[in-house]
């Protein structure tokens, strides 16, 4: 059984910077495509990013463009995503996801696309 789990999450004033980590246990995530979603109160669950299982590969919604990173390593089964210059707008409960058996690049933005769920971790911006 795969298993994901945030950490990183926090309260942190705008302009501030968080590093979300998600680890990886279960059957290895190696070859699968991992994204971050979030979710705002009230509000859909939206992309974030995505990382291809090389790494060689990202995508970031243009709403974070310019201020958020993702990586991962394979070694540890972790995948990060680095966010700096946070904005109020930022604030939702950031999820990981791996994207299912068979999953494409091209539906990596898809939640329905993804079939394994981390808990969740809180960022909030303060203004």
């Known amino acids: 059984q795969v298993q994901l789990v945030e950490s990183g999450g926090g309260l942190v004033q705008a302009g501030g910077s968080l590093r979300l980590s998600c680890a990886a246990s279960?059957?290895?995530?190696?070859?699968?495509?991992m994204a971050w979603f979030r979710q705002a109160p009230g509000k859909e669950r939206n992309f974030v990013a995505a990382i291809t299982w090389s790494g060689g590969t990202t995508d970031l919604a243009d709403s974070v463009k310019g201020r958020f990173t993702v990586s991962r390593d394979n070694a540890k089964s972790t995948v990060f995503l680095q966010m700096n210059s946070l904005k109020p707008e930022d604030t939702a409960v950031y999820y990981c996801a791996r994207q299912r058996n068979g999953g494409s690049w091209s539906s990596a933005r898809k939640s329905d696309d993804y079939d394994y769920w981390g808990q969740g971790t809180q960022v909030t911006v303060a203004s």
């Open positions: 279960g059957p290895t995530n190696r070859a699968y495509t």
